[in-house]
């Protein structure tokens, strides 16, 4: 099942924020983002792409998020039903 984000956000652009939340981190340098790999591109052209659409502030130094890049981050999507969760199979036996 595919899960659709009421953001227009490529692939590769989300690979980039959610390196910021796996890192921890609210800034990254140039040469932080253009390691970052994804199958299908990555590196600093979503980067450049995310700031045009108002995900990440570029000042020359680095990327950092903005408030609409933290809303996003902060979501924490899950499947519905995951198997192998104790919880789901107490609240099936209900």
């Known amino acids: 099942m595919a899960i659709v984000l009421p953001l227009p ?6 690979r980039v924020l959610q390196e910021f939340r796996r890192i921890g981190a609210e800034t990254m340098t140039p040469d ?3 390691t970052i790999k994804h199958p299908s591109g990555g ?3 979503p980067a450049q792409s995310l700031t045009q659409k108002g995900f ?3 000042d020359g130094a680095g990327y950092s998020l903005t408030e609409k ?6 979501i924490d999507a899950k499947p519905e039903f ?6 789901g199979g107490e609240e099936a036996a209900e």
Not at 9 to 14: A, H, K, P
Not at 69 to 74: G, I, P, Q, R, V
């Open 56 to 58: 990440l502030v570029s």
């Open 69 to 74: 890049a933290k809303e996003f981050l902060a």
């Open 43 to 45: 590196g600093e052209a």
């Open 32 to 34: 932080a983002v253009k």
């Open 9 to 14: 956000l490529s692939i590769q652009e989300m």
């Open 82 to 87: 995951e198997s192998g969760d104790a919880a």
